[in-house]
C-alpha cells in the first residue's frame, strides 16, 4: 500500500514512485512465497492531492501500464498472478485511481499478460456499476479473485442489502468459477457467528460443515 501514513494507499499508477513500488512488490512477492500465496494485488494508488483526476489520467495510465509490465515479468518467474481491483469512488476513496472493471478490463489488455488478472470485488461494482450480473459473465475470462460484502453496510451477505447472494453464488458455479472467494466485509458482531451464513449456503447445497456432500465417504 505504500507509506499509508502519508496518505497512499498503493503505487502502480503513481507517477514519479516507480522505484518504491518495485522495492515493495519485491518484499510482497518475498512475503508471498514465504507463505505459498500465488496471487497478489497490486494497487493502483491514489491521485495525488491537489491535481485534477482528468488532468494526470494520462500520465497515470502509462506509469500503471509499465508498472504492471515490470509486475507481469517479475510474477511469471514465481508462478505468480497479479490482481486489479476496482475500488468505488463514490464512497469507499473518492481519490483512488482504478474505480471501475471497465477501466481495468482496458487497462490489463493495454498491459497484455495473462498473468495478470481482474480482482472483482462485488461491493465496489455495485457501488460504481450495477448490472453484477452482466459483469461477471463479460468478465469471466478476466477474474482471477472474487471479493463479497454486502451493499450498502459492507456486512456478511446475509445482512440487509441489495445483493441477491444465493443468485450470484449460483450465477458463479454455473460460470465455472473454481477460485476463492474472499470474505471483505466487516462482521456486524462476532465472527464466527456472522458466519452462519455459510452454513446455511452449504446446507441449501446438500453440504455439511466445511463444503464437503453429506454422501461423501
Not at 99 to 122: H, M, S, Y
Request: charged share 20%.
Amino acid at each position: 500500500p505504500g507509506d499509508q501514513e502519508a496518505g497512499e494507499l498503493g503505487l502502480a499508477a503513481v507517477p514519479g514512485r516507480q522505484a518504491a513500488f518495485r522495492q515493495d512488490l519485491e518484499a510482497a512477492v518475498h512475503y508471498a512465497r514465504a507463505v505459498g500465496c500465488p496471487r497478489l494485488h497490486v494497487m493502483a494508488g491514489r491521485v495525488p492531492l491537489g491535481t485534477d483526476r482528468a488532468a494526470v489520467a494520462g500520465e497515470m495510465e502509462t506509469t500503471f501500464i509499465e508498472n504492471l509490465r515490470y509486475t507481469a515479468d517479475l510474477l511469471a518467474q514465481e508462478d505468480m498472478i497479479g490482481l486489479l481491483e476496482p475500488i468505488n469512488n463514490r464512497i469507499t476513496d473518492p481519490r483512488y485511481y482504478l474505480n471501475t472493471p471497465q477501466q481495468a478490463a482496458a487497462i490489463l489488455e493495454k498491459v497484455g499478460r495473462p498473468n495478470l488478472k481482474l480482482q472483482l470485488d462485488l461491493f465496489h461494482c455495485q457501488i460504481m456499476d450495477g448490472n453484477l450480473s452482466h459483469n461477471l459473465e463479460k468478465y469471466f475470462p478476466l477474474i482471477g479473485h472474487i471479493q463479497i460484502a454486502q451493499v450498502p453496510g459492507r456486512h456478511e451477505p446475509d445482512s440487509p442489502g441489495e445483493l441477491n447472494f444465493p443468485y450470484i453464488f449460483e450465477l458463479l458455479e454455473s460460470l465455472g468459477y473454481t477460485g476463492y472467494v474472499g470474505c471483505e466485509y466487516a462482521p456486524k458482531g462476532d465472527t464466527l457467528e456472522g458466519l452462519g451464513w455459510l452454513q446455511s449456503y452449504w446446507e441449501s447445497r446438500g453440504l455439511q460443515h466445511g463444503g464437503t456432500s453429506k454422501t461423501a465417504k
